[in-house]
Nanobody
Framework: QVQLVESGGGLVQAGGSLRLSCAAS????????MGWFRQAPGKEREFVST???????????DRAKSVKGRFTISRSDAKNTLYLQMNSLKPEDTAVYYC??????????????????WGQGTQVTVSS
């Protein structure tokens, strides 16, 4: 059974940092495109960042304009884990953050329907 489990969310002051983790089990996603999305209260879920496999140990990444320069996506093949380092957090970053895994590889995916597996989400709250 495939599972994605996020952790690392919490309450932080504006300007602070958090590191989210997404541990995968039941399947190795080392060559799959993976991503982070978020959903703020009363809003639709939106794309945050994605990473695509290029070759063994080499991944490229992309991110939404709203988080560029502040958030960094990374992954550990050995741990089958996806990360999201979030720096310079703003109150508008407050949301439930979800990790997701696509059944495909080699491309960036920016839309929910391109991902098959989802975690349960972790709450990030940024106070002003």
């Amino acid at each position: 059974q495939v599972q994605l489990v996020e952790s690392g969310g919490g309450l932080v002051q504006a300007g602070g940092s958090l590191r989210l983790s997404c541990a995968a089990s039941g399947h190795s996603f080392n060559q799959n495109t993976m991503g982070w999305f978020r959903q703020a209260p009363g809003k639709e879920r939106e794309f945050v960042s994605t990473t695509k496999w290029i070759s063994e140990g080499l991944y490229f990444t992309d991110r939404a304009k709203s988080v560029k320069g502040r958030f960094t996506i990374s992954r550990s093949d050995a741990k089958n884990t996806l990360y999201l380092q979030m720096n310079s957090l703003k109150p508008e970053d407050t949301a439930v953050y979800y990790c997701a895994a696509s059944p495909s590889s080699g491309q960036y995916y920016y839309h929910e329907h391109d991902y098959r597996y989802w975690g349960q989400g972790t709450q990030v709250t940024v106070s002003s």
